[in-house]
């Protein structure tokens, strides 16, 4: 038998919809989403809900219910810097894209804040909703802990989701750590520009970037063993504008992703050495500069097993499989290190799966499909927390 909730969260179908397709034509980048933001205010205050701004990180809380011990629901809502070509009646034209699925996040968690409102009374204590930009970049979290979005009144256990394209629509997947820490790295290197014709008058930091390139590769290669979990990847080479000089400057940017922290340590020493080394060797200046620095998501497994009594509560034929387990990073980490927690997967993918393709591209789509239900496991979990706490 569904639960009242889940059926109250389909009635919101068309509703949910028609946020999540307005959402996804206005995608924004990093930590402020003035238009985002506008629209979250406006349909929290449709719903008589009280929200407070954080405007410096563009961050957006409410709180439902008074008293008690309080449970968190966090959504990110910000976009990536891509073209979109999906072919959606909804695509963004604005030169960004909701590849990541935010737009979802967003409207799934008004529809959080309208179920639990309309239950309001049921509370046994607080759920506070919150809004957060610039998960893409790694700095939303941390910006908002700092504003003190955690505190007053103090969160004391948070869960949230993430959609999956590739994944059946209303499938659930968890785990005890579903998401893999991240460091981030640039390294700019400076050599002597010259001529093309005369390299042996300057020093091509194109050369020392090829050899730092492969000499990290072979890291994961020779010096990690198989069994371990470790992904290093480059995923930016810039030098040089022209086809016959050879630039001053050339730049390479990676991310390391691990879930042992040993394993971590490890490897950032061994990829400074490496790169001082490489660069040494075919005298070439070298900088190295730490773009991000993300935990793990690590959940509460006593938080996760109650979050999937409340989701068998809600309908228990939902399918949820322990097999979240990816070498993606959030940070909601943050967070998570921070307070007990659950993160969750929900599928996303759209029906026709020949078509399904994975997050971070510009042909992806994802289903409509899974609002209502994401918006009802918000829901019914922080009712239950509360009940038991």
């Known amino acids: 038998m569904k639960n009242q909730i889940l059926q109250e969260a389909k009635n919101m179908q068309e509703e949910l919809t028609k946020w999540r397709h307005s959402l996804h034509r206005i995608p924004e980048l990093g930590i402020h989403l003035p238009k985002t ?5 406006e349909r929290l ?3 008589d809900i009280a929200f407070t701004e954080y405007g410096e990180c563009s961050c957006i809380t409410a709180v439902l219910g008074t008293g008690g011990r309080c449970f968190l629901l966090r959504g990110d809502m910000d976009g990536l810097p891509m073209h979109e070509e999906s072919d959606v009646s909804f695509a963004s034209e604005n030169g960004c894209m909701h590849s990541c ?3 979802l996040h967003t409207a799934i968690l008004l529809g959080a804040a309208k179920l639990l409102k309309r239950h309001e009374h049921e509370l046994k204590g607080t759920v506070k909703l919150m809004f957060q930009a610039g998960e893409e970049t790694f700095e939303g979290a941390k910006a908002a802990i700092k504003a003190g979005i955690l505190e007053n009144p103090r969160a ?3 869960f949230a989701m993430h959609v999956a394209s590739i994944a059946p629509a209303n499938t659930i997947i968890y785990g005890d750590y579903p998401m893999a820490a991240v460091y981030g790295f640039r390294i700019t290197l400076t050599g002597k520009g010259t001529h093309g014709s005369t390299p042996q008058l300057g020093i091509d930091p194109i050369n020392t970037g090829v050899h730092i390139y492969l000499a990290l590769q072979e890291l994961i290669s020779r010096e990690i063993s198989s069994t371990e979990e470790a992904a290093l990847t ?4 810039d030098a040089g504008n022209v086809s016959n000089v050879i630039p001053e400057h050339a730049v390479l940017e990676g991310t390391l992703r691990t879930f042992r922290p040993e394993l971590r340590s490890m490897m950032i020493r061994r990829i400074d050495e490496v790169v001082r080394s490489v660069a040494k060797t075919y005298r070439t200046e070298v900088e190295i500069e730490v773009l991000s620095d993300v935990p793990p998501v690590a959940c509460s497994p006593e938080l996760n097993q109650k979050i999937l009594t409340s989701i068998h509560g809600l309908d228990n034929e939902i399918k949820t499989l322990p097999y979240y387990h990816v070498m993606g990073s959030e940070d909601f980490a943050f967070i998570s290190e921070r307070i007990p927690s659950s993160y969750f997967g929900l599928g996303a993918g759209i029906e026709d799966q020949s078509k399904w393709l994975g997050q971070h591209n510009p042909k992806v789509r994802f289903s409509d499909e ?3 239900l994401g918006a009802a496991i918000y829901a019914k979990a922080a009712i239950d927390w509360l009940d038991e706490h």
């Not at 933001?37 to 205010?41: A, C, H």
């Not at 480059?234 to 080479?237: H, N, Q």
Request: glycine residues 10%; negative net charge; proline residues 5%.
């Open 37 to 41: 933001t506008t629209f979250v205010k």
């Open 370 to 372: 899974c609002l209502p």
């Open 234 to 237: 480059i995923g930016r080479f």
């Open 156 to 158: 004391e256990a948070a």
């Open 101 to 103: 699925g935010h737009d």
């Open 45 to 47: 205050a449709e719903m």
